[in-house]
């Protein structure tokens, strides 16, 4: 209808253009250092964490006065626990860390972008680490309902035994 009237171009200034590409080059600078930090430090860290939990779920089929799978849970909501205090760890850790990239952020204004990047990959490694706790627990179901059904039976193997024991004398 109006064919008449131009559309005007947008364009951005190449103060701002400039700007958008140094932001995006910070960024991806702090991205790569976080990942290789997280890699170096973090990585051991999981499979420790996991291991850790492993033997924790193994010693449940030594205590034969608790039953196995209640212990199991046991174990599994005290590594929840650890992981929230390790994140809280993980994130005083990495703010020291990269605090020469912070500071540059602070000074460029995009302390928010830095923020969201840490806090995701920090989410990132605590969630991966507590869905392969849960799958360990999980593959374990089994052997603990068995223990725990071994554990029943012997704990009721006595009354049984006393019951019998009364009837032949009778």
Same mark, same amino acid.
């Given at each position: 209808?109006?064919?008449?009237? %131009?559309?005007?171009?947008? =364009?951005?200034?190449?103060?701002?253009?400039?700007? &958008?590409? $140094?932001?995006? /080059?910070? !960024? @991806?600078?702090?991205?790569?250092?976080?990942? %290789?930090?997280?890699?170096? =430090?973090?990585?051991?860290?999981?499979?420790?964490? &996991?291991? $850790?939990?492993? /033997?924790? !779920? @193994?010693?449940?089929?030594?205590?034969?006065?608790?039953?196995?799978?209640?212990?199991?849970?046991?174990?599994?909501?005290?590594? &929840?626990?650890?992981?929230?205090?390790?994140?809280a760890k993980m994130q005083r850790e990495i703010s020291?860390?990269?605090?020469?990239?912070?500071?540059?952020?602070?000074?460029m204004g995009i302390r928010e972008p830095f923020r969201?990047?840490?806090?995701?990959?920090?989410?990132?490694?605590?969630?991966?680490?507590?869905?392969?706790?849960?799958q360990m627990f999980v593959d374990m179901a089994d052997?603990?309902?068995?223990?725990?059904?071994?554990?029943?039976?012997?704990?009721?193997?006595?009354?049984?035994?006393?019951?019998?024991?009364?009837?032949?004398?009778?």
């Open positions: 209808m109006f064919h008449w009237v %131009s559309k005007r171009e947008k =364009r951005i200034p190449r103060e701002q253009i400039e700007a &958008l590409k $140094l932001r995006q /080059r910070v !960024l @991806d600078g702090i991205a790569a250092d976080l990942d %290789s930090l997280m890699r170096a =430090r973090f990585d051991p860290t999981f499979k420790a964490c &996991l291991e $850790l939990l492993r /033997r924790s !779920l @193994d010693r449940t089929f030594d205590h034969p006065e608790a039953l196995p799978m209640t212990k199991a849970r046991m174990e599994y909501k005290i590594f &929840l626990e650890n992981v929230d205090e390790l994140r020291a860390a990269l605090s020469v990239w912070r500071d540059q952020c602070d000074e969201r990047l840490t806090d995701h990959r920090l989410e990132t490694f605590t969630s991966d680490l507590t869905a392969a706790g849960l052997r603990l309902k068995e223990a725990e059904q071994l554990a029943a039976a012997r704990r009721y193997r006595p009354a049984v035994q006393r019951a019998e024991v009364a009837i032949s004398r009778l």
